[in-house]
């Protein structure tokens, strides 16, 4: 049996047929599975996924400075554990209380 690569290129070259001996393999971050210790993630797929976390990463910062590094408000809840859900109405609430034309308007807080 002779193993044989197929790769698309997406360009004029086409597609290409190769022998496995032709390519190099590299096996990395396998599973630890026994039925899929032959199969790992190839650097390209690994470097993406960092990649990703990096981008995610610098807009989280430049989200932070352009915020001050600092919320305009805290919302408090007492005696409460929010589904995320919840806190996200609330959160919304919030705004659609305080911008726009009700922007600087005073807030009236109570324990209800």
Request: overall charge neutral; proline content about 4%; aromatic content about 8%.
């Amino acid at each position: 049996n002779v193993l044989y690569y197929t790769v698309n290129y997406g360009d004029d070259r086409g597609q290409v047929t190769y022998l496995a001996a032709d390519i190099l393999h590299f096996r990395l971050f396998v599973s630890g599975q026994v039925a899929t210790e032959l199969v790992g993630s190839s650097p390209l797929n690994s470097l993406a996924k960092e990649i990703n976390i990096q981008n995610y990463s610098n807009q989280l910062s430049l989200s932070s400075l352009k915020n001050a590094i600092a919320p305009s408000y805290t919302i408090t809840v007492p005696a409460a554990k929010l589904e995320p859900e919840a806190k996200e109405n609330i959160r919304k609430s919030f705004e659609n209380q305080n911008s726009g034309a009700n922007a600087g308007r005073p807030i009236v807080l109570d324990q209800s």
